[in-house]
């Protein structure tokens, strides 16, 4: 069970072989607990190292039969509470990058007192001893599993605290304004310098404005964040594969001339310029007696219902069959956002005005030869992220956690706005701004479930 107050321990690099690994102690025995593993080769003991300072030194183990040895050297680095990314004392020690080796120091150091930590342990501690928000701390975990560059980029931005700055700004004018109304309630006959009614209608304002130009960011930061669950579908042999392969960037699925060899539903991540693409290539809609393809196209309809953005790919050298015509009709229905990619445009492109004239956005590209790739990213970031944020510089909201609190936020202070405007008694609008304050205070994690936060963390590596 996750306990503040005893002291953790883990390996925080990946496990495997490496020039270099990681152990990181947290808590208050931290200092005690690695003196008893790590002896300076100065002679003094780790206690009497001066905060953020490395030092060389023997690292000890227990070797077989429990006797204890010298297992490698390597540098300690001590760091005092509260200037620590824990916040906590914390002790990192570096020693050679072998399994065994590393597996034996943290025995070590679990023998000298300290606990295994739980996956996450590391920035919960610093989430709930102040040293970050929520917010950033779920960026922080987006940074170490970003898989292209945009969302590193975000990611890296949203651990910078803006958010969260963001978050106390408006939860600081909810308080005022609410702190204002009581004052008025409670002492009706002292001249307090309290807010007017318009005072409080445009402070509220402020904070509706504020919340709205954050609730649109999400759309971007799901895009990239998230990523854009993403169906290629379109009749056999006509590049569907070959245009998935364009998109990831290297051979991921098999691309034969030989229709139905594409069976599974594969999924990759990848970036289409700066969206994120969760990337299902799927089977061929089409009818076959193979049982096994047939499981695959149960499952390809089954994505492609799902999906936010649907790549239906034809071959624009020939006209469309009666599958296709079918096809364009269904798509017609679907809920997410549809792209005719008309194919093989180097073949000709005898077929490319019908499909055009059919679907709201159509790019013509050659898959094979990568010809109007780029018309495609365009058409596919137009569609999906804002050209106007920055992500390195502006406040974006990443996650439908986020989306989902600031959302509430936003209805409740609308709502308080909608009572002043009705010319209601002006503590009718108090319930309303306290929802608020509780919606940004979930926001920003200084309120918030001890389950959500359990899930949150649980998403992390153990040693982070
Ligand atoms: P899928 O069955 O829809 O996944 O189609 P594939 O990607 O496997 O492609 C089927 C055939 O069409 C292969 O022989 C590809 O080389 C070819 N093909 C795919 N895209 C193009 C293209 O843009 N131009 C030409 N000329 N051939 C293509």
Redesign the pocket.
């Known amino acids: 069970m996750m306990m503040l107050g005893d002291t953790i321990a883990a390996i925080s690099t990946p496990r495997g072989k490496g020039g270099v690994a990681l152990l990181r102690v947290s808590g208050p025995r931290a200092v005690e607990i690695c003196e008893r593993v790590f002896l300076p080769a100065s002679g003094k003991g780790l206690s009497e190292v001066p905060a953020r300072t490395s030092v060389y030194g023997a690292i000890l183990g227990n070797g077989v039969d429990g006797v204890r040895e010298t297992v490698d050297d390597g540098l300690a680095t001590v760091f005092r509470e509260p200037a620590s990314f824990t916040g906590e004392d914390t002790v990192e020690i570096c020693c050679h990058g072998g399994i065994l080796l590393t597996e034996t120091v943290l025995t070590s150091l679990i023998s000298a007192g300290a606990r295994a930590a739980e996956a996450g342990e590391f920035t919960r501690r610093a989430f709930v001893n102040g040293k970050m928000g929520l917010s950033s701390a779920e960026a922080l975990g987006n940074l170490l599993e970003a898989q292209t560059h945009e969302q590193m980029r975000l990611a890296h931005a949203g651990t910078n605290g803006k958010l969260e700055e963001a978050c106390r700004e408006i939860y600081e004018t909810l308080r005022d304004v609410l702190a204002s109304i009581y004052v008025k309630i409670d002492y009706p006959d002292e001249d307090l310098a309290d807010m007017s009614r318009a005072e409080i209608d445009a402070a509220l304002g402020g904070c509706e404005e504020k919340l709205k130009a954050l609730c649109a960011t999400y759309r971007t930061g799901h895009a990239i964040a998230e990523g854009i669950s993403t169906v290629i579908c ?1 009749r ?7 245009l998935y392969n364009r998109i990831v960037g290297r051979d991921a699925a098999i ?3 030989v229709e139905g ?2 069976r599974d539903v594969l999924c990759e991540t990848a970036a289409l310029g700066r969206v994120t693409l969760r990337l299902f290539d799927t089977a ?1 809609l089409h009818d076959t007696a193979d049982p096994v393809e047939q499981i695959g196209i149960a499952r390809a309809r089954e994505a492609l219902d799902r999906a936010e953005l649907v790549l239906a ?1 034809f071959d624009g050298s020939r006209q469309p069959d009666d599958e296709e015509l079918a096809l364009i009709e269904e798509l017609r229905e679907h809920a997410g956002t549809v792209i005719a990619v008309i ?5 000709g492109e005898a077929a490319a005005d019908f499909y055009r004239s059919k679907f709201a956005h159509a790019v013509t590209l ?4 990568g010809e109007g790739m780029d018309a495609l990213t365009d058409l596919t970031e137009t569609l999906f992220v804002r050209g106007d944020i920055d992500v390195r510089r502006d406040v974006v909201l990443s996650n439908a956690r986020q989306n989902g609190a600031a959302l509430a936020a936003l209805e409740a202070v609308g709502s308080a706005r909608g009572a002043l405007a009705a010319g209601l008694p002006i503590e009718l609008c108090c319930s309303d701004a306290e929802c608020a304050m509780e919606a940004i205070a979930q926001l920003d994690g200084r309120s918030i479930s001890e389950d959500i936060v359990a899930q949150i963390f649980s998403h992390f590596c153990v040693g982070k």
């Open positions: 379109g056999p042999n006509v590049g569907k594969s070959s691309v034969t001339a060899t594409t061929g790919v194919n093989k445009s180097d073949l050659s898959a094979e030869r």
